[in-house]
């Protein structure tokens, strides 16, 4: 044996530090992409191609989807599909490894290093990016914003332009339909010509006699000031054949109904009115501190950094180049910054010297005159042909296929389909999705019952709902008398945006206390923080998480009381909630009886459509739909379902649909018949079902299928699968009597909750099946 000062033994442990396992590594920077115009969309996809994971990078969207302008008239005369000139930003973000975030910036907070956000809390970034347009100028004129169709926000001029076919085809006037368009760029000249098409299209489709004047006011001098004289030429031109009016040094004054006052004091007919007069800024820089220019736009450095923060880079139409303050805003120079703001964004954070962005002095002008013909310019001259359409036709499709991941159908395209995914398909879903199965949970709790009894209940039976139930929360009664209702749930983050985590986490811990009828009081954290953040990271996630829930929370008087906060290898976060019953009673699985409806709050796919939006085959529409969903908390259907005097109900979450419904059935002692064809969906769930994608705990969920009968014609319907999707804050199921569904009803649509019969419980067969779908009425 050796003594206390003799030199240890070969075999003890070596003297050197251990790993220090929870200890924060260093701060991964936080690069912050806002908007999705058309060099972030470059920036991504250079993202996808050489991965940047020792970086977080957040795109923050107003809109999920970026409307690519080049095509925009294309669209107006009726050559390309709206769905041909939008690029999904929420894909591309996913497969670049970038999280997302679906709110609107509106500020930027230099000294804070925060970008403030509509609607929630504001988002901390280490560097930060805009390229977020332009507005169109002039919206203040007397009449403008009322009464003209404005081409910014693109993607609403793009959704609206129906609207100008009917009002055309509605008018049946015997003088001409007045169409004017204010702006003589390049925007504005493209419209003139792509308008006059759409309407002569709709009308020959519709085999209507329709007259159309169309008028384009500019301002200036001459139209497309700024491109060689004979492209104006060739436009002039081409109107005149078309009968196209052009009236330039022609100033809009105020829009009146059905007219336009010019500042001249004429008055011009006008039964629809374009407005295309160029750019005007956004007013997100207004209060920043950040030097502008005249109009509002942000000033930056040839390294595309604002002139006073190197943090803040700005690209596209929302900038202004300091060195070049007479850059026009037009797409092409947004695209080709694009490289550079991906490339400066990399060296900035590794502390390497950036590059300098220089405007092209020239470049190649393609105008649609919406008929297969186009106009075009480059070096001084111009030309004009079908072969200027096809290449313009050749040039856009190009660009966008690098962007759009899915098709129409929702398939993955081109390039996209070959990336290698197996990574991501690998990471296990967030949400209720990580919530361990059914069967884990019986054996336990059987194995428990069974070896430990039923447990104390405090030996004065004032335990109402324990164990020994399997409902959605505890609830006892306290000394004095007074029913308690308790519940905790928590779930693995779903998303890179840490304030909706929180948010739909305390939605879905309410949603136990709704089910069973009560009303929360009172809540508490349980947050488990990556190890792999930095303290300062942890602390603006938990920042994140907690305001998500208390805007939530607080509008209901529920207070957050307090937590626990761990370290472990993911993000975590739920809730445990405590409150009182809303009515007499509470709600529970058992009080089903045969001839009740079965009648779901909440469209389900929530599983697959987080999955699908995980490994970049979502689309952001659908994430969208979802999340408005997930954060919508049962409290209207609770308290509809104890003020119509219901007995029954539950919450669907993790375990699907099926298995939720299963235990109500069992808890009652009867079976259900459902109608496949009724169960609600979510946008973009059948396709992705469709296409075989399943939530991970779609599989262990579908186990109940043994024990429920599929009748033949429901077998291949393609909502079957939804029964066993698990739901994260899913909807509130209720067993509704014939007598009180009219109550019922009534008062879900007074708190504006829709609500869907699913199917009908009916006696228990002689089978024993659990529940029989089928495909008819319920
Ligand atoms: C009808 C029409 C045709 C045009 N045709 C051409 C053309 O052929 N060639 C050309 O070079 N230029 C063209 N332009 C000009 C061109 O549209 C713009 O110069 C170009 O879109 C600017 O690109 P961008 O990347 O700066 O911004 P955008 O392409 O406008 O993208 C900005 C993105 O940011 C998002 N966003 C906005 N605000 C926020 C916010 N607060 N928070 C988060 N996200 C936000 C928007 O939804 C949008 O997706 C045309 C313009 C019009 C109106």
């Not at 169309?214 to 497309?224: K, N, R, S, Y």
Request: overall charge negative; hydrophobic content about 45%.
């Amino acid at each position: 044996m050796a003594d206390a000062g003799s030199p240890a033994p070969a075999d003890t442990l070596p003297a050197a530090p251990l790993p220090m396992i929870r200890e924060p590594v260093a701060p991964r920077p936080h690069v912050v992409l806002v908007g999705g115009g058309h060099s972030h969309v470059q920036v991504l996809r250079r993202m996808m191609m050489r991965p940047w994971p020792e970086v977080r990078v957040t795109v923050v969207l107003d809109t999920p989807v970026a409307v690519y302008s080049g095509m925009v008239p294309g669209f107006v005369a009726g050559q390309y599909r709206a769905s041909e000139l939008e690029i999904d930003v929420v894909p591309l973000a996913r497969l670049a490894g970038a999280e997302v975030i679906l709110a609107p910036a509106v500020g930027v907070d230099p000294q804070a290093r925060r970008i403030p956000l509509e609607g929630q809390a504001p988002l901390a970034y280490d560097f930060v990016s805009f390229d977020i347009g332009s507005t169109v100028a002039g919206l203040d004129l007397p009449g403008v914003r009322e009464r003209a169709r404005a081409t910014r926000p693109i993607a609403r001029l793009v959704r609206e332009i129906g609207t100008l076919s009917e009002s055309f085809l509605a008018h049946e006037a015997a003088r001409p339909f007045e169409v004017v368009v204010a702006g003589g760029g390049a925007g504005g000249v493209e419209l003139a010509f792509t308008v006059r098409e759409r309407l002569l299209a709709a009308a020959r489709g519709a085999g209507l006699e329709r007259a159309l004047r169309i008028t384009l006011l500019q301002a200036l001098p001459e139209v497309l000031i700024g491109f060689p004289p004979s492209l104006a030429m060739r436009a002039r031109r081409n109107a005149a054949a078309r009968g196209i009016t052009i009236r330039t040094g022609e100033s809009v004054a105020a829009v009146e109904e059905g007219r336009v006052r010019l500042e001249s004091g004429e008055v011009v007919a006008a039964d629809s009115l374009i407005w295309a007069v160029g750019a005007g800024s956004l007013d997100i820089f207004r209060d920043s501190g950040l030097p502008l220019d005249e109009r509002g736009f942000v000033l930056t450095l040839p390294t595309l950094q604002t002139v006073d923060d190197d943090r803040i880079f700005a690209v596209g139409d929302c900038a202004t180049l300091r060195d070049w303050p007479a850059t026009p805003k037009a797409g092409v120079y947004a695209v080709r910054q694009g490289p550079f703001i991906a490339d400066n964004l990399r060296r900035v954070v590794a502390g390497r010297p950036l590059r300098s962005y220089r405007p092209q002095p020239d470049f190649l002008t393609l105008l649609n005159l919406g008929d297969g013909h186009a106009l075009g310019a480059k070096w001084g001259t111009s030309f004009e042909g079908r072969w200027v359409m096809n290449l313009k036709d050749r040039i856009d499709r190009k660009f966008m296929r690098k962007f759009q991941v899915l098709d129409d159908g929702g398939g993955t395209t081109g390039e996209f389909s070959r990336m290698d995914r197996s990574a991501m398909e690998a990471m296990v879903c967030g949400g209720c999705a990580a919530k361990a199965g059914q069967t884990t949970l019986d054996l336990a709790l059987g194995r428990l019952r069974e070896e430990l009894g039923a447990g104390p209940d405090g030996g004065d039976g004032r335990v109402r709902l324990g164990l020994e139930q399997s409902d959605d929360a505890a609830a006892f009664a306290t000394p004095r008398g007074d029913v308690v209702v308790s519940s905790v749930d928590w779930f693995k983050a779903f998303s890179g945006d840490h304030w909706l985590n929180g948010k739909v986490a305390a939605a879905n811990a309410l949603s136990d206390l709704f089910a069973t009828g009560a009303q929360p009081r009172y809540a508490m954290a349980l947050v488990n923080l990556p190890e792999e953040q930095s303290v300062k990271e942890r602390a603006e996630t938990l920042y994140q998480l907690l305001a998500g829930a208390r805007s939530l929370l607080d509008d209901r008087g529920i207070s957050l009381l307090g937590g626990h906060t761990t370290v472990g290898p993911e993000l975590t976060v739920g809730f445990s909630v405590e409150g009182h019953p809303i009515g007499e009673r509470l709600l529970t699985l058992e009080g089903l009886e045969a001839g009740d409806g079965l009648y779901l709050t909440k469209r389900l796919g929530s599983g697959v459509v987080l999955r699908g939006v995980m490994l970049g085959q979502g689309r952001g529409a659908w994430l969208q739909s979802a999340t408005a969903q997930m954060v919508r908390p049962n409290e209207a259907a609770a308290r509809a379902a104890v003020a119509a005097g219901l007995c029954a109900a539950t919450d669907v979450t993790g375990f699907g649909l099926m298995n939720h419904l299963a235990e109500m059935l069992r808890a009652s002692r009867v079976s259900a018949e459902l109608d496949v064809s009724a169960l609600p969906a979510l946008p973009g769930a059948e396709e992705l079902l469709r296409s075989g994608l399943r939530s991970t705990a779609h599989e262990q969920n579908r186990r109940i299928a043994k024990a429920i009968r599929i009748e033949p014609e429901a077998s291949h319907h393609p909502r079957l699968e939804l029964l066993f999707d698990p739901q994260t804050a899913g909807g509130f199921l209720a067993g509704v009597p014939e007598a009180q569904t009219e109550d019922f009803l009534g008062r879900l649509r007074e708190a504006n909750v829709e609500a869907v019969r699913i199917g009908t419980a009916v006696p228990r067969p002689e089978d024993g099946a659990v529940a029989t779908i089928g495909r008819g009425s319920p």
